[in-house]
């Protein structure tokens, strides 16, 4: 018996059909025809799709080439959870389970996504006063790296952000350092320096307030002390 079924992760219809198929499903694996576009119908290739797998937590993933599209085969009888790599962030969309029953299951999963063009690097951290990467950040940067390599013609800039304790100057110096410490690592692991920039902007662009009615806002000061990426030539 062979079972075909769409699923459209996110919110919007999608109107667009898969061709010229090179797997099949067997009694035993499940197809999965992917396909990722933004808002406006562009298909968009080298974007980071998993199928994690309920039972054992294994993930089956894939990227999409230039039209957009990508085949993975996966188990039947489990649940995946489906999820997005949007830089770093993973973004989980949706459940799909899979019956056990033997039968030849074809599923095409459309998913329509607009990256942001700035994104705040979660879990990058520096020692106190310093540039010097702690090794809690290498996961974050270790993802970036692979992002960077599936899609190779992406061009980013790194923005370090402090709060507003020391002056001006010193938190521009600071920023600068780290953000630069970024772009090192990433060359290091294999990216090319001309594909990622380094600037540090200090305390000039906070995204919460550091003072609250003339008390001090940790929490605020902690959202401004980061790390971005910002996309400066789209793949």
Avoid: C
Wanted: overall charge neutral; glycine content about 6%.
């Amino acid at each position: 018996m062979k079972i075909s079924k769409t699923i459209l992760l996110v919110f919007l219809i999608s109107a667009i059909s898969l061709s010229a198929q090179t797997l099949e499903p067997t009694a035993n694996k499940a197809l999965m025809n992917v396909v990722v576009t933004n808002k406006s119908g562009k298909l968009l290739d080298g974007e980071i799709v998993s199928f994690i797998a309920s039972k054992d937590k294994k993930v089956y993933k894939g990227n999409t080439k230039l039209d957009g599209t990508f085949s993975i085969l996966i188990p039947i009888g489990d649940t995946y959870e489906v999820s997005y790599k949007n830089f770093t962030e993973d973004i989980t969309y949706n459940k799909i389970e899979i019956p056990s029953e033997p039968a030849l299951y074809t599923w095409d999963v459309s998913i329509i996504f607009d990256p942001g063009r700035v994104i705040v690097l979660e879990n990058v951290e520096y020692d106190f006063d310093k540039s010097t990467l702690r090794s809690s950040s290498f996961k974050t940067l270790n993802d970036l790296v692979e992002v960077m390599k599936i899609k190779d013609k992406l061009e980013i800039e790194i923005g370090g952000h402090t709060d507003s304790k020391g002056t001006e100057d010193y938190n521009i110096r600071l920023s600068q350092a780290r953000a630069e410490a970024v772009r090192n690592y990433l060359i290091s692991k294999g990216v090319k320096g001309d594909r990622v920039t380094a600037k540090g902007y200090g305390m000039g662009q906070p995204i919460a307030p550091n003072m609250i009615d003339g008390t001090d806002n940790p929490e605020g000061r902690q959202k401004n002390r980061r790390t971005e990426v910002k996309v400066t030539k789209e793949q």
